[in-house]
Protein backbone atom coordinates (compact mmCIF):
# COMPACT_ATOMS: atom_id res chain seq x y z
CA UNK A 1 0.00 0.00 0.00
CA UNK A 2 1.24 3.42 -0.36
CA UNK A 3 1.30 6.19 1.88
CA UNK A 4 -1.87 8.36 0.20
CA UNK A 5 -4.44 4.80 0.39
CA UNK A 6 -2.64 3.64 4.03
CA UNK A 7 -3.48 7.46 5.02
CA UNK A 8 -7.11 7.43 3.54
CA UNK A 9 -7.58 3.32 4.92
CA UNK A 10 -7.43 4.87 8.21
CA UNK A 11 -9.35 7.52 8.16
CA UNK A 12 -12.03 5.33 6.20
CA UNK A 13 -11.78 2.98 9.32
CA UNK A 14 -12.21 5.80 11.81
CA UNK A 15 -8.65 5.35 13.44
CA UNK A 16 -6.76 8.47 14.34
CA UNK A 17 -3.94 9.77 12.64
CA UNK A 18 -0.71 10.24 15.35
CA UNK A 19 2.16 12.80 14.46
CA UNK A 20 4.57 9.98 13.37
CA UNK A 21 2.07 9.12 10.76
CA UNK A 22 2.78 10.01 6.89
CA UNK A 23 0.37 12.48 6.52
CA UNK A 24 -0.56 14.41 3.43
CA UNK A 25 1.17 18.21 3.53
CA UNK A 26 -2.29 19.91 3.34
CA UNK A 27 -3.46 18.13 5.84
CA UNK A 28 -0.77 19.18 8.30
CA UNK A 29 -0.93 22.51 7.43
CA UNK A 30 -4.77 22.35 8.30
CA UNK A 31 -3.91 20.94 11.30
CA UNK A 32 -1.59 22.94 12.43
CA UNK A 33 -3.91 26.08 11.52
CA UNK A 34 -7.04 24.91 13.28
CA UNK A 35 -5.31 24.04 16.33
CA UNK A 36 -2.79 26.98 16.66
CA UNK A 37 -6.38 29.38 16.05
CA UNK A 38 -7.90 27.03 18.75
CA UNK A 39 -4.84 27.83 21.56
CA UNK A 40 -4.59 31.34 20.24
CA UNK A 41 -8.99 31.74 21.00
CA UNK A 42 -8.17 30.37 24.57
CA UNK A 43 -5.00 32.68 25.32
CA UNK A 44 -6.82 36.00 23.56
CA UNK A 45 -9.81 34.99 25.62
CA UNK A 46 -7.69 35.10 28.87
CA UNK A 47 -8.56 38.98 28.07
CA UNK A 48 -12.57 40.13 28.32
CA UNK A 49 -12.81 37.86 30.82
CA UNK A 50 -9.50 38.97 33.33
CA UNK A 51 -11.50 41.78 32.43
CA UNK A 52 -13.38 41.83 35.55
CA UNK A 53 -11.31 39.52 37.89
CA UNK A 54 -9.83 42.95 39.77
CA UNK A 55 -13.69 43.60 40.29
CA UNK A 56 -15.71 40.35 41.05
CA UNK A 57 -18.49 41.42 43.53
CA UNK A 58 -17.54 38.38 45.28
CA UNK A 59 -14.91 37.10 46.90
CA UNK A 60 -16.64 33.70 45.64
CA UNK A 61 -17.38 35.10 42.43
CA UNK A 62 -13.60 36.40 41.68
CA UNK A 63 -12.31 32.45 42.93
CA UNK A 64 -14.74 31.07 39.97
CA UNK A 65 -13.07 33.55 37.21
CA UNK A 66 -9.89 33.08 38.28
CA UNK A 67 -10.04 29.47 38.14
CA UNK A 68 -12.41 29.90 34.82
CA UNK A 69 -9.74 32.50 33.15
CA UNK A 70 -6.55 29.92 34.43
CA UNK A 71 -8.51 26.91 33.09
CA UNK A 72 -8.55 28.79 29.48
CA UNK A 73 -4.59 29.65 29.47
CA UNK A 74 -4.12 25.53 30.18
CA UNK A 75 -6.59 24.76 27.15
CA UNK A 76 -4.01 27.23 25.68
CA UNK A 77 -1.19 24.98 26.55
CA UNK A 78 -2.23 21.43 25.37
CA UNK A 79 -3.32 22.72 22.42
CA UNK A 80 0.16 24.51 21.55
CA UNK A 81 1.63 20.89 22.44
CA UNK A 82 -0.80 19.06 20.32
CA UNK A 83 0.07 22.04 17.46
CA UNK A 84 4.43 21.48 18.34
CA UNK A 85 4.05 17.96 17.64
CA UNK A 86 3.06 18.53 14.06
CA UNK A 87 6.63 19.94 13.77
CA UNK A 88 5.76 23.76 14.54
CA UNK A 89 7.23 25.86 17.49
CA UNK A 90 5.43 27.58 20.35
CA UNK A 91 7.57 30.89 19.11
CA UNK A 92 6.38 30.13 15.54
CA UNK A 93 3.25 30.10 16.75
CA UNK A 94 3.54 32.93 19.04
CA UNK A 95 5.04 34.90 16.18
CA UNK A 96 2.22 34.12 13.82
CA UNK A 97 -0.64 35.42 16.46
CA UNK A 98 1.33 38.63 17.11
CA UNK A 99 1.67 39.63 13.36
CA UNK A 100 -1.63 38.36 12.62
CA UNK A 101 -0.96 35.60 10.09
CA UNK A 102 -2.78 33.48 12.15
CA UNK A 103 -6.48 33.99 13.84
CA UNK A 104 -8.49 33.76 16.95
CA UNK A 105 -12.08 33.05 17.76
CA UNK A 106 -13.41 37.31 16.39
CA UNK A 107 -15.80 36.80 19.66
CA UNK A 108 -12.81 37.81 21.64
CA UNK A 109 -12.64 41.26 19.66
CA UNK A 110 -15.90 42.43 21.81
CA UNK A 111 -15.98 44.29 25.10
CA UNK A 112 -16.78 42.96 28.12
CA UNK A 113 -18.73 45.63 29.78
CA UNK A 114 -20.44 44.58 32.88
CA UNK A 115 -20.38 42.12 35.02
CA UNK A 116 -22.86 40.01 33.19
CA UNK A 117 -20.98 40.02 30.36
CA UNK A 118 -18.99 37.07 33.02
CA UNK A 119 -22.40 35.51 32.86
CA UNK A 120 -23.05 35.96 29.02
CA UNK A 121 -19.89 35.19 27.80
CA UNK A 122 -19.89 31.69 29.80
CA UNK A 123 -23.51 30.63 28.56
CA UNK A 124 -23.49 31.52 25.11
CA UNK A 125 -19.13 32.18 24.00
CA UNK A 126 -18.23 28.56 26.30
CA UNK A 127 -22.04 27.55 24.93
CA UNK A 128 -21.48 27.74 21.26
CA UNK A 129 -17.58 26.64 21.96
CA UNK A 130 -18.64 23.61 23.41
CA UNK A 131 -21.37 22.64 20.57
CA UNK A 132 -18.78 23.52 18.06
CA UNK A 133 -16.05 21.17 19.70
CA UNK A 134 -17.81 17.99 20.98
CA UNK A 135 -17.29 16.82 17.64
CA UNK A 136 -13.36 17.61 17.91
CA UNK A 137 -13.10 15.07 20.32
CA UNK A 138 -13.70 12.67 17.75
CA UNK A 139 -11.58 14.54 14.97
CA UNK A 140 -8.96 12.44 12.94
CA UNK A 141 -5.75 13.83 14.42
CA UNK A 142 -5.11 12.27 17.82
CA UNK A 143 -3.58 14.71 19.95
CA UNK A 144 -6.08 17.53 19.05
CA UNK A 145 -8.87 14.74 20.14
CA UNK A 146 -7.34 13.60 22.85
CA UNK A 147 -6.80 17.48 23.95
CA UNK A 148 -10.18 18.64 23.04
CA UNK A 149 -11.55 15.69 25.51
CA UNK A 150 -9.77 17.16 28.70
CA UNK A 151 -10.85 20.94 27.41
CA UNK A 152 -14.86 20.21 26.53
CA UNK A 153 -15.05 18.85 30.00
CA UNK A 154 -13.87 22.15 31.43
CA UNK A 155 -15.58 23.74 28.87
CA UNK A 156 -19.43 22.45 29.96
CA UNK A 157 -18.25 23.54 33.41
CA UNK A 158 -17.84 26.81 32.19
CA UNK A 159 -20.98 27.05 30.66
CA UNK A 160 -23.05 26.33 33.72
CA UNK A 161 -21.17 28.71 35.76
CA UNK A 162 -22.15 31.13 33.28
CA UNK A 163 -25.46 30.41 33.22
CA UNK A 164 -26.07 30.44 36.99
CA UNK A 165 -24.33 34.07 37.06
CA UNK A 166 -27.20 34.88 34.35
CA UNK A 167 -30.20 32.95 36.77
CA UNK A 168 -28.46 35.11 40.22
CA UNK A 169 -28.72 38.32 37.80
CA UNK A 170 -32.41 37.53 36.52
CA UNK A 171 -33.40 36.44 40.49
CA UNK A 172 -32.15 39.96 41.51
CA UNK A 173 -32.62 43.94 41.68
CA UNK A 174 -34.13 45.72 38.58
CA UNK A 175 -30.82 46.86 37.71
CA UNK A 176 -28.95 43.76 37.24
CA UNK A 177 -31.94 42.21 35.28
CA UNK A 178 -31.25 45.18 32.82
CA UNK A 179 -27.44 44.25 33.13
CA UNK A 180 -28.11 40.58 32.15
CA UNK A 181 -30.44 41.49 29.10
CA UNK A 182 -28.24 44.22 28.12
CA UNK A 183 -25.50 41.31 27.86
CA UNK A 184 -27.39 38.92 26.16
CA UNK A 185 -28.30 41.64 23.54
CA UNK A 186 -24.78 42.43 23.04
CA UNK A 187 -23.64 38.91 22.79
CA UNK A 188 -26.21 36.67 21.28
CA UNK A 189 -25.42 37.63 17.50
CA UNK A 190 -21.82 37.46 17.67
CA UNK A 191 -21.98 33.60 19.78
CA UNK A 192 -24.64 32.93 16.53
CA UNK A 193 -21.46 34.09 13.63
CA UNK A 194 -19.02 31.64 16.36
CA UNK A 195 -19.90 28.99 13.79
CA UNK A 196 -18.49 30.13 10.79
CA UNK A 197 -19.99 31.58 7.63
CA UNK A 198 -22.92 29.29 5.96
CA UNK A 199 -22.45 26.25 4.22
CA UNK A 200 -22.95 27.71 1.36
CA UNK A 201 -20.17 30.05 1.49
CA UNK A 202 -17.61 28.16 3.52
CA UNK A 203 -14.09 27.84 2.22
CA UNK A 204 -13.04 24.71 4.95
CA UNK A 205 -15.95 22.78 5.40
CA UNK A 206 -16.00 20.26 2.52
CA UNK A 207 -12.41 19.07 3.05
CA UNK A 208 -12.68 19.08 6.80
CA UNK A 209 -15.81 17.02 6.62
CA UNK A 210 -13.98 14.91 4.19
CA UNK A 211 -10.73 14.51 6.26
CA UNK A 212 -12.66 13.55 9.33
CA UNK A 213 -11.53 16.89 11.04
CA UNK A 214 -14.89 18.32 10.97
CA UNK A 215 -17.70 16.40 11.62
CA UNK A 216 -21.21 18.39 11.52
CA UNK A 217 -21.27 21.69 9.59
CA UNK A 218 -21.36 25.11 10.27
CA UNK A 219 -25.30 25.58 9.85
CA UNK A 220 -26.15 22.30 11.51
CA UNK A 221 -23.75 23.50 14.53
CA UNK A 222 -25.55 27.18 14.94
CA UNK A 223 -28.91 25.22 14.31
CA UNK A 224 -28.02 23.09 17.34
CA UNK A 225 -27.04 26.05 19.20
CA UNK A 226 -30.26 27.72 19.16
CA UNK A 227 -32.85 25.06 19.26
CA UNK A 228 -30.30 24.30 23.13
CA UNK A 229 -30.22 28.04 23.66
CA UNK A 230 -33.62 29.74 23.42
CA UNK A 231 -35.27 27.29 26.16
CA UNK A 232 -32.68 28.47 28.46
CA UNK A 233 -33.48 31.79 27.88
CA UNK A 234 -37.09 31.24 28.41
CA UNK A 235 -36.26 30.15 31.99
CA UNK A 236 -34.22 32.97 32.67
CA UNK A 237 -37.17 35.40 31.48
CA UNK A 238 -34.91 37.15 29.41
CA UNK A 239 -35.57 38.35 25.68
CA UNK A 240 -33.46 37.10 22.23
CA UNK A 241 -32.87 40.09 20.22
CA UNK A 242 -34.33 38.56 17.48
CA UNK A 243 -37.86 39.55 16.05
CA UNK A 244 -37.52 36.89 13.57
CA UNK A 245 -37.07 34.00 16.27
CA UNK A 246 -40.16 31.50 16.20
CA UNK A 247 -40.65 27.77 16.88
CA UNK A 248 -40.67 25.54 13.66
CA UNK A 249 -43.53 22.92 15.30
CA UNK A 250 -43.11 20.69 12.19
CA UNK A 251 -38.82 21.18 11.97
CA UNK A 252 -38.70 20.87 15.68
CA UNK A 253 -36.32 23.67 15.34
CA UNK A 254 -36.35 27.39 15.86
CA UNK A 255 -36.20 29.59 13.18
CA UNK A 256 -34.13 32.70 13.36
CA UNK A 257 -33.44 35.98 11.95
CA UNK A 258 -30.47 36.84 9.30
CA UNK A 259 -27.25 37.25 10.88
CA UNK A 260 -25.19 40.43 9.72
CA UNK A 261 -22.26 39.05 7.80
CA UNK A 262 -21.15 42.28 7.12
CA UNK A 263 -20.44 43.11 10.81
CA UNK A 264 -18.50 39.22 10.96
CA UNK A 265 -16.47 39.94 8.15
CA UNK A 266 -15.82 43.16 9.33
CA UNK A 267 -14.55 41.85 13.02
CA UNK A 268 -12.79 39.20 11.57
CA UNK A 269 -10.93 41.88 8.96
CA UNK A 270 -9.30 43.61 12.04
CA UNK A 271 -11.95 46.24 12.23
CA UNK A 272 -13.95 44.67 15.44
CA UNK A 273 -14.52 46.69 18.80
CA UNK A 274 -11.18 45.20 20.31
CA UNK A 275 -8.96 43.63 17.89
CA UNK A 276 -6.31 46.04 17.78
CA UNK A 277 -6.18 46.29 21.87
CA UNK A 278 -6.51 42.58 21.85
CA UNK A 279 -3.20 41.75 20.07
CA UNK A 280 -1.19 45.55 21.21
CA UNK A 281 -1.82 43.80 25.10
CA UNK A 282 -0.58 40.18 23.83
CA UNK A 283 2.24 41.83 22.12
CA UNK A 284 3.04 44.06 25.00
CA UNK A 285 3.20 41.26 27.52
CA UNK A 286 5.59 39.29 25.19
CA UNK A 287 7.57 42.01 24.41
CA UNK A 288 7.97 43.51 28.32
CA UNK A 289 8.37 39.30 29.02
CA UNK A 290 11.73 38.76 26.96
CA UNK A 291 14.05 39.85 29.35
CA UNK A 292 13.16 37.55 31.44
CA UNK A 293 12.84 34.59 29.11
CA UNK A 294 16.45 35.94 27.89
CA UNK A 295 16.85 35.63 31.57
CA UNK A 296 15.63 32.02 32.19
CA UNK A 297 17.42 30.52 29.08
CA UNK A 298 20.59 32.00 29.79
CA UNK A 299 20.47 30.61 33.60
CA UNK A 300 19.33 27.46 32.40
CA UNK A 301 22.10 27.20 30.39
CA UNK A 302 24.80 28.09 33.02
CA UNK A 303 22.95 25.57 35.41
CA UNK A 304 23.46 23.28 33.11
CA UNK A 305 27.24 23.66 31.97
CA UNK A 306 27.90 23.83 35.71
CA UNK A 307 26.12 20.51 36.08
CA UNK A 308 28.05 19.04 33.57
CA UNK A 309 31.13 20.05 35.32
CA UNK A 310 30.09 18.86 38.28
CA UNK A 311 29.33 15.15 37.27
CA UNK A 312 32.91 15.69 34.96
CA UNK A 313 34.58 16.28 38.71
CA UNK A 314 32.84 13.57 39.97
CA UNK A 315 34.15 11.23 37.41
CA UNK A 316 37.42 12.13 37.95
CA UNK B 1 -12.62 44.06 67.88
CA UNK B 2 -11.31 41.45 69.85
CA UNK B 3 -7.62 40.91 69.45
CA UNK B 4 -8.32 37.27 68.37
CA UNK B 5 -10.67 38.74 65.55
CA UNK B 6 -7.80 41.51 64.89
CA UNK B 7 -4.98 38.71 64.32
CA UNK B 8 -7.54 36.45 61.82
CA UNK B 9 -8.03 39.94 59.81
CA UNK B 10 -4.20 40.91 59.86
CA UNK B 11 -3.58 37.57 57.82
CA UNK B 12 -6.95 37.66 56.07
CA UNK B 13 -6.16 40.77 54.75
CA UNK B 14 -2.38 40.20 53.76
CA UNK B 15 -3.70 37.63 51.42
CA UNK B 16 -6.69 38.96 50.08
CA UNK B 17 -4.59 42.01 48.90
CA UNK B 18 -1.81 40.00 47.53
CA UNK B 19 -4.35 37.67 45.69
CA UNK B 20 -5.50 40.87 44.24
CA UNK B 21 -2.60 42.55 42.83
CA UNK B 22 -1.94 39.11 41.10
CA UNK B 23 -5.67 39.49 39.51
CA UNK B 24 -4.39 42.29 38.16
CA UNK B 25 -1.58 40.51 36.40
CA UNK B 26 -3.60 38.02 34.48
CA UNK B 27 -2.97 37.61 30.56
CA UNK B 28 -0.07 39.65 30.81
CA UNK B 29 2.94 37.64 31.85
CA UNK B 30 6.31 36.83 29.64
CA UNK B 31 4.85 33.15 29.00
CA UNK B 32 1.38 31.05 29.06
CA UNK B 33 3.15 29.13 32.03
CA UNK B 34 3.68 32.08 34.34
CA UNK B 35 0.04 33.10 33.55
CA UNK B 36 -1.22 29.89 34.61
CA UNK B 37 1.40 30.07 38.14
CA UNK B 38 0.25 33.47 39.03
CA UNK B 39 -3.62 32.64 38.81
CA UNK B 40 -2.96 29.45 40.06
CA UNK B 41 -0.89 31.34 43.24
CA UNK B 42 -3.57 33.82 43.35
CA UNK B 43 -6.16 31.69 43.84
CA UNK B 44 -4.00 29.88 46.67
CA UNK B 45 -4.35 33.11 48.34
CA UNK B 46 -7.66 33.77 47.46
CA UNK B 47 -8.65 30.70 49.29
CA UNK B 48 -6.40 31.17 51.80
CA UNK B 49 -7.81 34.86 52.50
CA UNK B 50 -11.28 33.09 52.48
CA UNK B 51 -10.68 30.49 55.20
CA UNK B 52 -9.23 33.05 57.59
CA UNK B 53 -12.38 35.67 56.92
CA UNK B 54 -15.20 32.43 57.59
CA UNK B 55 -13.25 32.26 61.18
CA UNK B 56 -13.22 36.11 61.46
CA UNK B 57 -17.14 35.90 60.86
CA UNK B 58 -17.81 33.51 63.27
CA UNK B 59 -15.50 36.07 65.71
CA UNK B 60 -17.02 39.02 64.93
CA UNK B 61 -19.88 40.47 67.15
CA UNK B 62 -22.18 41.92 63.78
CA UNK B 63 -21.12 38.50 62.04
CA UNK B 64 -19.89 39.89 58.77
CA UNK B 65 -19.46 37.72 56.08
CA UNK B 66 -16.21 37.33 53.91
CA UNK B 67 -17.29 39.94 51.56
CA UNK B 68 -18.38 42.25 53.94
CA UNK B 69 -14.92 42.23 55.30
CA UNK B 70 -13.76 42.57 51.96
CA UNK B 71 -15.89 44.90 50.32
CA UNK B 72 -17.30 46.90 53.04
CA UNK B 73 -14.23 48.10 54.94
CA UNK B 74 -12.42 51.09 53.91
CA UNK B 75 -8.48 51.96 53.70
CA UNK B 76 -7.78 52.10 57.19
CA UNK B 77 -9.71 49.35 58.57
CA UNK B 78 -7.60 46.99 56.65
CA UNK B 79 -4.94 45.08 58.81
CA UNK B 80 -2.67 44.04 55.86
CA UNK B 81 1.19 44.32 56.10
CA UNK B 82 2.65 47.20 53.88
CA UNK B 83 4.74 44.95 51.21
CA UNK B 84 1.49 43.24 49.41
CA UNK B 85 -0.28 45.84 48.61
CA UNK B 86 2.83 47.42 46.41
CA UNK B 87 2.40 47.36 43.25
CA UNK B 88 3.17 44.96 40.63
CA UNK B 89 5.93 46.81 38.84
CA UNK B 90 7.58 44.58 36.37
CA UNK B 91 8.17 41.03 36.87
CA UNK B 92 11.35 41.44 39.22
CA UNK B 93 9.17 43.46 41.38
CA UNK B 94 6.19 40.84 41.55
CA UNK B 95 8.63 37.61 42.16
CA UNK B 96 10.41 39.47 45.00
CA UNK B 97 7.18 40.60 46.68
CA UNK B 98 6.12 36.91 46.37
CA UNK B 99 9.38 35.67 47.73
CA UNK B 100 9.39 38.03 50.63
CA UNK B 101 6.10 36.79 51.44
CA UNK B 102 6.59 33.55 51.35
CA UNK B 103 10.00 33.62 52.71
CA UNK B 104 7.25 34.75 56.07
CA UNK B 105 4.39 33.06 55.08
CA UNK B 106 6.03 29.59 55.41
CA UNK B 107 7.68 29.50 58.94
CA UNK B 108 4.48 31.55 60.11
CA UNK B 109 1.91 28.93 59.11
CA UNK B 110 4.47 26.77 60.68
CA UNK B 111 4.30 27.82 63.97
CA UNK B 112 0.96 27.51 63.60
CA UNK B 113 -0.08 24.62 62.60
CA UNK B 114 0.81 23.95 66.57
CA UNK B 115 -1.54 27.18 67.85
CA UNK B 116 -3.67 26.31 70.63
CA UNK B 117 -6.77 27.50 68.43
CA UNK B 118 -7.69 24.26 66.71
CA UNK B 119 -9.20 27.04 63.88
CA UNK B 120 -5.85 28.64 63.15
CA UNK B 121 -4.26 25.16 63.40
CA UNK B 122 -6.35 23.93 60.78
CA UNK B 123 -6.40 26.40 58.52
CA UNK B 124 -2.62 26.81 58.61
CA UNK B 125 -2.12 22.97 57.97
CA UNK B 126 -3.35 23.73 54.55
CA UNK B 127 -2.04 27.31 54.26
CA UNK B 128 1.49 25.92 54.68
CA UNK B 129 1.73 23.16 51.88
CA UNK B 130 0.64 26.14 49.45
CA UNK B 131 3.51 28.62 51.07
CA UNK B 132 6.43 26.16 50.83
CA UNK B 133 5.14 25.51 46.40
CA UNK B 134 4.91 29.74 46.21
CA UNK B 135 8.16 29.75 47.96
CA UNK B 136 9.68 27.49 46.06
CA UNK B 137 8.42 28.75 42.72
CA UNK B 138 9.24 32.61 44.33
CA UNK B 139 12.70 31.88 45.29
CA UNK B 140 13.51 30.02 41.61
CA UNK B 141 12.81 33.07 40.03
CA UNK B 142 14.68 35.27 42.08
CA UNK B 143 17.75 32.83 41.53
CA UNK B 144 16.89 33.25 38.06
CA UNK B 145 16.80 36.82 37.50
CA UNK B 146 19.65 37.45 39.90
CA UNK B 147 21.82 34.98 38.18
CA UNK B 148 20.75 35.39 34.90
CA UNK B 149 21.79 38.29 32.61
CA UNK B 150 23.49 41.90 33.63
CA UNK B 151 19.50 43.05 32.97
CA UNK B 152 17.50 40.78 35.05
CA UNK B 153 20.24 41.25 37.76
CA UNK B 154 19.85 44.87 37.60
CA UNK B 155 15.78 45.03 37.56
CA UNK B 156 16.07 42.25 40.35
CA UNK B 157 18.12 44.24 42.66
CA UNK B 158 15.98 47.24 42.40
CA UNK B 159 12.83 45.42 43.38
CA UNK B 160 15.13 44.30 46.39
CA UNK B 161 16.22 47.72 47.41
CA UNK B 162 12.60 48.93 46.69
CA UNK B 163 10.69 46.02 48.73
CA UNK B 164 13.09 45.72 51.44
CA UNK B 165 11.49 48.34 54.07
CA UNK B 166 8.13 46.95 53.53
CA UNK B 167 9.03 43.36 54.32
CA UNK B 168 9.57 45.13 57.25
CA UNK B 169 6.37 45.47 58.30
CA UNK B 170 5.38 41.43 58.09
CA UNK B 171 7.24 41.45 61.48
CA UNK B 172 5.09 44.33 63.43
CA UNK B 173 4.00 42.81 66.52
CA UNK B 174 1.76 44.94 69.60
CA UNK B 175 -0.35 43.59 72.38
CA UNK B 176 -1.72 41.67 69.64
CA UNK B 177 0.50 38.99 68.91
CA UNK B 178 2.03 39.47 72.42
CA UNK B 179 -1.09 38.41 74.36
CA UNK B 180 -2.13 35.78 72.25
CA UNK B 181 1.13 34.28 72.05
CA UNK B 182 1.74 34.37 75.53
CA UNK B 183 -2.17 32.21 75.63
CA UNK B 184 -0.43 29.35 72.89
CA UNK B 185 -2.85 31.16 70.58
CA UNK B 186 -0.82 33.48 67.90
CA UNK B 187 2.68 33.08 66.46
CA UNK B 188 5.20 35.74 67.34
CA UNK B 189 6.37 37.03 64.39
CA UNK B 190 9.83 37.79 66.37
CA UNK B 191 10.49 33.68 66.44
CA UNK B 192 9.48 33.74 62.40
CA UNK B 193 12.44 36.01 61.35
CA UNK B 194 15.30 33.70 61.61
CA UNK B 195 14.46 31.30 59.56
CA UNK B 196 13.01 34.14 57.30
CA UNK B 197 16.56 36.03 57.46
CA UNK B 198 18.30 32.58 56.60
CA UNK B 199 15.94 31.86 53.22
CA UNK B 200 16.68 34.99 52.44
CA UNK B 201 20.52 34.94 52.93
CA UNK B 202 20.04 31.94 51.21
CA UNK B 203 18.85 32.65 48.06
CA UNK B 204 20.33 36.05 47.68
CA UNK B 205 23.55 34.61 47.84
CA UNK B 206 22.45 31.91 45.53
CA UNK B 207 21.12 35.17 43.08
CA UNK B 208 24.56 37.07 43.72
CA UNK B 209 22.07 40.05 45.80
CA UNK B 210 22.73 41.08 48.82
CA UNK B 211 21.14 41.54 52.02
CA UNK B 212 19.92 45.09 52.23
CA UNK B 213 21.71 46.53 55.49
CA UNK B 214 19.47 49.72 55.91
CA UNK B 215 17.13 48.73 59.14
CA UNK B 216 14.36 50.98 58.04
CA UNK B 217 11.18 49.05 57.82
CA UNK B 218 7.50 51.09 56.72
CA UNK B 219 5.53 49.35 59.36
CA UNK B 220 1.63 50.17 59.96
CA UNK B 221 -0.21 48.14 57.52
CA UNK B 222 -1.10 46.42 60.90
CA UNK B 223 -3.21 49.32 62.01
CA UNK B 224 -4.27 50.50 59.10
CA UNK B 225 -1.85 53.20 58.46
CA UNK B 226 -0.56 52.23 54.81
CA UNK B 227 0.73 53.57 52.04
CA UNK B 228 -1.09 55.64 49.28
CA UNK B 229 -1.38 52.57 47.38
CA UNK B 230 -4.23 50.40 49.06
CA UNK B 231 -6.68 53.75 48.13
CA UNK B 232 -6.08 52.80 44.59
CA UNK B 233 -6.38 49.48 44.75
CA UNK B 234 -9.26 48.95 47.19
CA UNK B 235 -11.89 51.27 45.11
CA UNK B 236 -11.57 49.23 42.55
CA UNK B 237 -11.88 45.99 43.96
CA UNK B 238 -15.30 47.19 45.92
CA UNK B 239 -16.58 49.59 42.73
CA UNK B 240 -19.16 47.02 41.59
CA UNK B 241 -20.52 45.42 44.89
CA UNK B 242 -20.67 49.27 46.45
CA UNK B 243 -22.49 50.12 43.36
CA UNK B 244 -25.53 47.56 44.59
CA UNK B 245 -25.90 47.85 47.94
CA UNK B 246 -27.71 44.53 49.21
CA UNK B 247 -27.66 42.72 45.59
CA UNK B 248 -27.14 38.80 46.24
CA UNK B 249 -24.41 37.80 43.35
FE1 LIG C 1 -12.35 27.13 23.93
FE1 LIG D 1 -11.19 27.10 26.89
FE1 LIG E 1 -14.04 28.14 28.69
Redesign the pocket.
Known sequence: MNLQDDFDARLAADRKIEPRDWMPEKYRKTMIRQIAQ?AH??II?QQPEGNWITRAPTLKRKAILMAKVQD?AG?GLYLYSAAETLGVSRDELMDMLHTGRQKYSSIFNYPTLSWADMGAVGWLV?GA?ITN?VMLTRTSFGPYARAMIR?CKE?SFHQRQGYEIMLTLCNGTEAQKAMAQDALDRWWWPSLAMFGPPDAESTHTAQSVAWKIKRETNDELRQKFVDMTVPQAEILGLTIPDPDLVWDADAEHYRFGEIDWDDFWQVVKGDGPCNRERIAHKVKAWEDGAWVREAAVEHAKRAASTTKLAAGGAAL | MSPLLTYVLRHADDNLIVAQRLGELIASMPDLEEDIAVANVGLDHLGQARHFYDYASELDPDSRDEDQFAMERSEREFLNATLVEQPNGDFAQTQMRQFLLDAYQVPLYEAMTASDDARLAAISAKAVKEARYHLERSSAWVVRLGAGTPVSHEKISQAVEYLWPYAGDLFYADDVEEGLAASGVAVDPATVRPTFDATVADVFASANLSVPDDPYARMGGRTGFHTEHLGHLLPEMQSLYRAHPGATW
Do not use: K, N
Request: charged content about 35%.
Open positions: HSEGEHDAQIE
